[in-house]
């Protein structure tokens, strides 16, 4: 995949740990995944995205 690798993969990680902070992660991560589920979604003709606004 992209010849990255995990020594690659931890190196980006605590790169973004420092860049963003711990409690950062979470959120990033999730917007992440809904990222990559609704761009499976949009490659295989589905029209239905998952759009939710922020909750506070």
Not at 20 to 39: D, H, Q, R
């Amino acid at each position: 995949m992209f010849g990255i690798g995990i020594p690659e993969l931890s190196i980006i990680l605590v790169i973004v740990t420092l860049i963003f902070g711990v409690g950062w992660l979470p959120e990033l991560g999730n917007a992440l995944g809904k990222t990559i589920n609704n761009f499976r979604k949009a490659s295989e003709g589905k029209d239905e995205i998952e759009i939710k606004p922020k909750e506070s």
